[in-house]
């Protein structure tokens, strides 16, 4: 039978991942990086299958991971832009609307569109003032109707904090409000206040279903509901309701029936309440989201734990790892390749295959370094192992060492932990002088 999960569900979920991730004793997530060698012939992104052979293939792939450095929940970014269409808030559509209800202007501020920009006609109109609550002149804890007729209401402004961490051209971070005013700053008061302002149950809006027909003058507007206080007014064109316009939106609405009384007949419309909350309580809600970002900042070679000179196609979230002594990984970073000591300082490059003689192992290098080569096999060099005392050569070099050790675990036992989230994207090559900022949005 047709079911769906709630949005509640799936928000409640990315609630609790964002906890588990900021304040569990027990849990830990590393953001881990890797795939040095191409995908194919033509280093062509693959996507990525949830399946365990994609696991594994990046398990072998890992070079390096570092713990989470930060994490909050995100929305998808839309900068507002002059001459676009924008959508209302509505409580009968999830996120995915035709276009977007909540914008991000200029100055790091989210507003959330409570009405379109409506002509006399019914007609819709493209959005051609930017909501700034300042530049404007308004109360910021009120909705506002600018000249093009959008109706907006400010939630949130970003911090220069967050802008710097988790700010990225797809995304917004969203933040749940402080406390109280003693623990914030004066961007956080901002939306503290905004969250004391709520008022929950409010019409914010009359959708027309039908027009109707006949009307010589605009009709009386009555909404008969639990909740008091809400008002509006009726427009009309060539006899047909074509707009109403909220007077007040009133408060303690859980249903509404809109009716609407005069000389024509057939002019329906919906109540488009909000929740018991509020616009403006809890943004999270209100944004409709259920991602979670997560990031780190790589930089350079991080104390020897990753590498330089090299490059990476593939991303991933670890819960968990083991490390070599099978006790749970505590540390902030480390390597996770297996390496060669050779008998002599190492002649190999790093971004070859290597090949043992005497076994046949194939292996690409990630990192040479004395006598040392770091390096992982996957399906597409198999799995043969390089034996002690082999002697073994790089192809296109006409080079050889000779392998003294063989170490399979080194920093954490690469399948162990719990793989989250796997991401393939075109090379990244890194430098001694290079801070990635890799963000990793998980939405439930």
Known sequence: MPAIVRQTMSRNLARELLSDILLSDTNRYYIGIG?????????????????????????????????????????????????????????????????????????????????????EDGSLNVSTIEPNYGVLGVDYLKAFTTGDGYTWKF???????????????????????????????????????????????????????????????????????????????????????????????????????????????GAKCRAVITDKQGIGFDAINDLKTSSVMINIKPNGEEDGEFFVENEFRQIGVIKNPINPEGIEFVGLKTKCLPTLTLQDSSPFSSGKYITGIQSGAVAYVNHSENNIIYYHQNENTGFLQFQVGEAVTQSGVVVTGTVQSVSKINGIDRFTGDVLYIENRYRIRRDAEQQEDIKVVITI
């Open 35 to 119: 795939k040095s060698d191409v995908f194919n012939s033509t280093d062509e992104v693959i996507p990525p299958v949830d399946s365990p052979l994609e696991e594994r293939e990046f398990r072998n792939n890992l070079q390096s991971i570092k713990r989470v450095e930060g994490a909050t929940m995100v929305a998808r970014r839309y900068n507002w832009s002059s001459g676009t269409l924008y959508s209302a808030w509505s409580d009968d559509i999830s996120s995915d609307s035709q276009y977007p209800f909540y914008v991000l202007n200029d100055a790091k501020e989210v507003y959330i569109c409570l009405s379109q920009g409506i002509s």
């Open 155 to 265: 939630i949130f402004s970003l911090t220069p904090e967050t802008i710097f961490q988790y700010l990225s051209s797809n995304y917004i971070p969203v933040h749940t409000p402080e406390s109280s005013l003693a623990v914030g700053d004066p961007i956080e008061d901002l939306q503290f206040n905004v969250k004391q302002a709520a008022v929950g149950g409010e019409i914010i809006r009359c959708d027309i279903n039908s027009g109707g027909s006949g009307y010589t003058s605009a009709p009386a507007i009555t909404i008969e509901g639990d909740g008091t206080g809400a008002t509006a007014v009726a427009h009309i064109t060539s006899g047909v309701v074509t707009k109403i316009t909220m007077t007040n939106y009133g408060s303690g609405y859980t249903h509404a029936t809109v009716v609407i009384q005069g000389d024509g007949t």
